[in-house]
Nanobody, 124 residues
Framework: QVQLVESGGGLVQAGGSLRLSCAAS????????MGWFRQVPGKEREFVAT????????EYADSVKGRFTISRDNAKNMVYLEMNSLKPEDTAVYYC?????????????????WGQGTQVTVSS
């Protein structure tokens, strides 16, 4: 049974930082591209970042470029999202996802497995 479990969310002031973690089990993480998405109530889940299976290539949404960094540790089956210079508009539930592909998927329907999400709230 595949499980993706996010952690590290919380409340932070604008300009602050958070590091999200995603623990993967039931799959060989090194066979999957991993991504982070986020969603606010009433809006569609949107792409944030993705990283290829070997960690060599990444893609980011324009809204987070230069502030967020995605990384992975395949030995630990872990994926991370380092978030700096946080803004109130970054407030959302953040989801970890896994896609069985060698590419850098940015669409929701390219991902096969999803976590339950972790809340990030940025106060102004």
């Amino acid at each position: 049974q595949v499980q993706l479990v996010e952690s590290g969310g919380g409340l932070v002031q604008a300009g602050g930082s958070l590091r999200l973690s995603c623990a993967a089990s039931g799959l060989t993480a090194s066979s999957y591209a991993m991504g982070w998405f986020r969603q606010v109530p009433g809006k569609e889940r949107e792409f944030v970042a993705t990283i290829t299976w070997n960690g060599r290539n990444t893609e980011y949404a324009d809204s987070v470029k230069g502030r967020f960094t995605i990384s992975r540790d395949n030995a630990k089956n872990m994926v991370y999202l380092e978030m700096n210079s946080l803004k109130p508009e970054d407030t959302a539930v953040y989801y970890c996802a896994a896609a069985y592909t060698a590419l850098r998927p940015m669409a929701r329907n390219e991902y096969h497995y999803w976590g339950q999400g972790t809340q990030v709230t940025v106060s102004s």
